[in-house]
C-alpha cells in the first residue's frame, strides 16, 4: 500500500494564480481531510470529507475550494493564490466510524509571491 | 470551546537523558487522545493513543504516556532520548461526538544535543 500520497512536492506561485494540489490514499478510508502547518500554530484542518460526494467546511477555509468525487481522491484547490497561503499542506485520512488514528501525506510546500 | 495546549514550544536536552512533553486539554465532551511525531520534511505518524482502559500507554521508539483525567493531561515521556528523537511533537484529542472531531496542539520541538 502506497498510503497517503500527495502532488507536488514543492510549487511556488505567484499571487492571483490558482492551482490545484492532490492527494490520493489506497486504503479506502473514508474520512480526508486537509491540514495547513505555519509555525507555531500547529495543524488547522482546512476542508473535510466524511465520504464521495460530502465535503465540508474546517476552521480555515477561505480561498480554498475541495471537491469529493471518489473515495481515493481529495484534490485543494486555491482559487487566487495570496502570500497568506503560503504554508506546508497535508492530507490525510483515517476510517469514519470511531476515533482513529489519521494517517498522513508526506506534504506539499507551497510558496506564494 | 475544545482546546489543546501544549506547553513547551520547545524543549532541549541532551543524548540520554529523561524527557517529558506536556499536554493539557480543554472538553465539554469526553476525548480520545494521541501523540504524533513529525521528523523533518516529513509527514505526521502517531507515536501511541489513548482510547480507554490503562491509563498508561506504551508507544513505538520507547515513549509512553499518561491520561489523567483529573488533572485533563496526557503527558509523553521517555526515560532516555536518543538524537534520532530530534523532531516535532504534537498531541491531539478527537472528540466524542458524532465524526470524532480532532484538534491539534501547537507542537513541541525535542532537540536532542550530543
Known amino acids: 500500500n502506497a498510503g497517503v500520497t500527495q502532488t507536488p512536492k514543492f510549487q511556488v506561485l505567484k499571487t492571483g494564480q490558482s492551482m490545484t494540489l492532490q492527494c490520493a490514499q489506497d486504503?479506502?478510508?473514508?474520512?480526508m481531510s486537509w491540514y495547513r502547518q505555519d509555525p507555531g500554530m500547529g495543524l488547522r484542518l482546512i476542508h473535510y470529507s466524511v465520504g464521495a460526494g460530502i465535503t465540508d467546511q474546517g476552521e480555515v477555509p477561505n480561498g480554498y475550494n475541495v471537491s469529493r468525487s471518489t473515495t481515493e481522491d481529495f484534490p485543494l484547490r486555491l482559487l487566487s493564490a495570496a502570500p497568506s497561503q503560503t504554508s506546508v499542506y497535508f492530507c490525510a485520512s483515517r476510517p469514519s466510524r470511531g476515533p482513529n488514528e489519521q494517517f498522513f501525506g508526506p506534504g506539499t510546500r507551497l510558496t506564494v509571491l | 470551546a475544545q482546546s489543546v495546549t501544549q506547553l513547551d514550544s520547545q524543549v532541549p536536552v541532551f543524548e540520554e537523558a529523561p524527557v517529558e512533553l506536556r499536554c493539557n486539554y480543554s472538553s465539554s465532551v469526553s476525548v480520545y487522545l494521541f501523540w504524533y511525531v513529525q521528523y523533518p520534511n516529513q509527514g505526521l505518524q502517531l507515536l501511541l493513543k489513548y482510547l480507554s482502559g490503562s491509563t498508561l500507554v506504551k508507544g513505538i521508539n520507547g515513549f509512553e504516556a499518561e491520561f489523567n483525567k483529573s488533572q485533563t493531561s496526557f503527558h509523553l515521556r521517555k526515560p532516555s532520548v536518543h538524537i534520532s528523537d530530534t523532531a516535532e511533537y504534537f498531541c491531539?484529542?478527537?472528540?466524542?461526538?458524532?465524526?470524532?472531531?480532532?484538534?491539534f496542539g501547537a507542537g513541541t520541538r525535542l532537540f536532542v544535543k550530543a
Open positions: 486504503m479506502n478510508h473514508e474520512y
Open positions: 491531539a484529542v478527537s472528540l466524542n461526538t458524532g465524526g470524532f472531531k480532532t484538534i
